[in-house]
């Protein structure tokens, strides 16, 4: 009745793969290599993070030495430090101070004093500049992730590699483009004022004033021209505090847009910011470019904004998962792309089976002929043992691959090898002139040792295998673990359940072996 039952529920797991919609269990996954798909690898442009840091940290001195009257001005050099310039030398001892006392990242990395100004360099502290780096790679691989999950894609491999690659593996992925797009993107947003003081015609003929930028509309007009803006650097909001993005129809002109919710803390940055700026323009900035920049006419409450610029509904749908998975820390690079055909994969899958087919028919006479009843006997354990291994996939939600097809082959071979150690025992017994049944009973008590022994030693090649490999090979240590341990079952303990049957329970008196 065991071995019935534990049949039984792996048919009901095995069933839907063959044909869908029988019952609500899952079917199994197909790999990359089976199924066509996307391979990515993504290199995280780690030192922009630093940079990042640096220049939040610029901000906040800014403010700080505004708030201490400091008179100063500061500018990013290139080699990732902020070189700040005193007017007052004497006020060296206490900007010095400050950033001891109030920037734990910061490190000094030199001074100089001159009669009418005094400089100081400041850099990210080399262990905090590490930290950084590593907390990128991270932040990144959890950011595509869920980005990922959003865009619906089942059973992706993701992973890091090195100090600051990350592997993908998309299986099924049709639209390799969007994926991309969507992968790829920074996703940094940020709410800037216009400025609206200095003549944009003027910055675009070079003269940009200190303190703003040009930046350019997201999408391309009629034409090829993009709307130029004339935009203040320092930024007032910023995505950190976005809590839901979601998807909407204009009602008026029947278009989609984005709407973006911030948490309480943005919610009253928002409020602040609009109360504060009634009548000038707000700029929606996305990964430096303008998605819109609406006049604000009266106060904003309620921490919510709207994201337009003339989207198809995809691009939208994309755009609020982005938003809604989170920025990337810094910026990441397609290093290497493959792309595996749908028909590549089904080739693959066939000349699989093919070879799967053919290796167990080959091993099924063999043992039909060699052992004869025993050896049917052993056969349908062998199809038992491919049987348990397929509603083993099925029910773990593992993926099976090019490599895990080759794994369930060589199992074929060790579930065999079990029953054949066994069946020869069996025969040494029967040559001293056992009986049927006390034969296969030492047989069976002497050879398990030696099985288990095997066995147990493949399992942990198998399991070592799945904790470090990758890819194909952890779908091969996949298929050889859970065979591996169907094996064990079928061999000492089904395939003893049907010789004690029929020569202990029916007492046949010929040994079939």
């Not at 982005?322 to 066939?350: F, M, Y």
């Not at 050889?480 to 079952?489: E, H, I, K, M, P």
Request: with cysteine; aromatic share 6%; proline share 3%.
């Amino acid at each position: 009745m065991l071995v019935l039952g534990i049949l039984l529920v792996a048919l009901v797991y095995v069933v839907p793969t063959f044909k869908s919609g029988v019952w609500p269990y899952k079917q199994i996954n197909l790999g990359l290599d089976l199924q066509g798909g996307m391979h990515l690898a993504l290199e995280v442009e780690t030192q922009k993070a630093v940079e990042s840091t640096l220049e939040r940290i610029q901000g906040e001195l800014r403010s700080v030495l505004r708030k201490e009257r400091i008179s100063s001005t500061m500018e990013l050099s290139g080699d990732s430090a902020l070189v700040i310039r005193l007017r007052d030398p004497a006020d060296l001892e206490k900007l010095q101070d400050l950033i001891e006392n109030d920037f734990d990242e910061a490190a000094i990395r030199s001074t100089s004093r001159k009669q009418n100004e005094a400089v100081l360099e400041i850099a990210i502290a080399e262990e905090r500049a590490k930290q950084i780096r590593d907390q990128a790679v991270e932040q990144a691989l959890e950011t595509i992730r869920n980005r990922i999950d959003q865009f619906g894609v089942s059973e992706p491999d993701i992973r890091v590699q090195g100090d600051r690659r990350i592997l993908i593996q998309l299986p099924g992925i049709t639209d390799t483009d969007r994926a991309k797009d969507l992968i790829g993107r920074t996703a940094q947003l940020e709410f800037k004022l216009l400025d609206e003081d200095n003549s944009l015609q003027r910055a675009l003929e070079g003269q940009v004033p200190p303190g703003s930028e040009i930046l350019y509309e997201s999408s391309d007009v009629p034409g090829g021209q993009r709307t130029a803006y004339l935009v203040k650097k320092s930024t007032l909001l910023t995505g950190a505090y976005l809590q839901d993005a979601r998807v909407q129809i204009d009602s008026q002109f029947n278009e989609p847009y984005v709407t973006i919710d911030f948490d309480r803390r943005g919610a009253r940055i928002f409020e602040r910011i609009t109360g504060e700026n009634v009548k000038k323009r707000l700029a929606i900035v996305l990964d430096s470019n303008v998605y819109s920049a609406p006049v604000i006419q009266e106060k904003i409450g309620g921490g919510t904004a709207r994201i337009t610029g003339n989207f198809t509904m995809q691009e939208a749908h994309d755009l609020a998962i982005v938003l809604r998975a989170g920025a990337l820390p810094a910026p990441v690079e397609i290093i290497e792309e493959r792309t595996v055909g749908p028909s590549l994969g089904h080739d693959s899958i066939r000349t699989g089976l093919i070879s799967m087919a053919v290796g167990g028919v080959l091993v099924l006479i063999f043992m039909v002929v060699y052992y004869q009843f025993a050896g049917m006997i052993a056969n349908m354990a062998l199809v038992a043992n491919i049987l348990l291994i397929a509603a083993g996939l099925a029910a773990f939600g593992a993926t099976l691959t090019l490599p895990g097809i080759a794994g369930i082959i060589l199992t074929i071979g060790m579930a065999v090898d079990a029953n054949v150690i066994i069946f020869e025992r069996i025969r040494e017994e029967q040559r001293l002139g056992k009986s049927p049944a006390s034969a296969v009973a030492a047989g069976f008590d002497r050879a398990s040792v030696a099985v288990l022994d095997a066995n147990v030693t493949t399992l942990i090649a198998a399991l070592v295998l799945y904790q470090f490999g990758t890819g194909p090979v952890k779908g091969f240590a996949v298929t050889l673990s859970l065979g591996v341990l169907a094996s064990l079952f079928t061999a000492l303990f089904a395939c003893r359940l049907v010789f004690d049957y029929f020569y202990s329970v029916r007492r046949v008196k010929t040994l079939s072996i």
